[in-house]
T-cell receptor
Framework: AQSVTQLGSHVSVSEGALVLLRCNYSSSVPPYLFWYVQYPNQGLQLLLKYTSAATLVKGINGFEAEFKKSETSFHLTKPSAHMSDAAEYFC?????????????FGAGTRLFVKA | DGGITQSPKYLFRKEGQNVTLSCEQNLNHDAMYWYRQDPGQGLRLIYYSQIVNDFQKGDIAEGYSVSREKKESFPLTVTSAQKNPTAFYLCATVGAGAMDQPQHFGDGTRLSIL
């Protein structure tokens, strides 16, 4: 079964510092991986997705993620944190079940940005 | 604008009461999903539907029911059998039925017990 593990339920960085949010996946087939962001009392928004076209994926708001098959990782980074980046971030993998397509989400990492 | 509308935004349930959460979409997407979100637990799948008049149980379907009579609508009923319904409920859709397609989310309904 496919799964994702997000290391660290909370991450705190200073404004202007590097953001690194970690995600490891478990998949027996080439995965389709996603990062989503959630602001308080809202639904999730897509940041970026990996679909095997390129290992370095650029997303919105200056975020990017690198797919590393040897490490089964898909970590999310941003060179310089902004106060508006404070939110919860979810790594996810798409899977096919007997009932159709499903998405498996990690437990989430809450990002705090200090002024 | 195309999107997903969840209503109401806040909902309160009395003991022994069934309540229904609405999810409507105008994205023309085939697949629709209901998730429950609790602090620190990510999103857990309740029910999903790939086509009209068909739906599947997710990981935590007990105490919930759904219907899919129209492509645009996928209401979720939280029954009195769900003993701990307090949570944030999210509806999502996926277009084109392919695994590389992302999920599109509504803004959620927060359910609390009175």
């Amino acid at each position: 079964a496919q799964s994702v593990t997000q290391l660290g339920s909370h991450v705190s960085v200073s404004e202007g510092a590097l953001v690194l949010l970690r995600c490891n996946y478990s998949s027996s087939v080439p995965p389709y991986l996603f990062w989503y962001v959630q602001y308080p009392n809202q639904g999730l928004q897509l940041l970026l997705k990996y679909t095997s076209a390129a290992t370095l994926v650029k997303g919105i708001n200056g975020f990017e993620a690198e797919f590393k098959k040897s490490e089964t990782s898909f970590h999310l980074t941003k060179p310089s944190a902004h106060m508006s980046d404070a939110a919860e971030y979810f790594c996810a993998v798409s899977t096919l079940d007997t009932g159709g397509f499903k998405t498996i989400f990690g437990a989430g990492t809450r990002l705090f940005v200090k002024a | 604008d195309g999107g997903i509308t969840q209503s109401p935004k806040y909902l309160f349930r009395k003991e022994g009461q069934n309540v229904t959460l609405s999810c409507e979409q105008n994205l023309n997407h085939d697949a629709m999903y209901w998730y429950r979100q609790d602090p620190g637990q990510g999103l857990r799948l309740i029910y999903y539907s790939q086509i009209v008049n068909d739906f599947q149980k997710g990981d935590i379907a007990e105490g919930y029911s759904v219907s899919r009579e129209k492509k645009e609508s996928f209401p979720l009923t939280v029954t009195s059998a769900q003993k701990n319904p307090t949570a944030f409920y999210l509806c999502a859709t996926v277009g084109a039925g392919a695994m590389d397609q992302p999920q599109h989310f509504g803004d959620g309904t927060r359910l609390s017990i009175l």
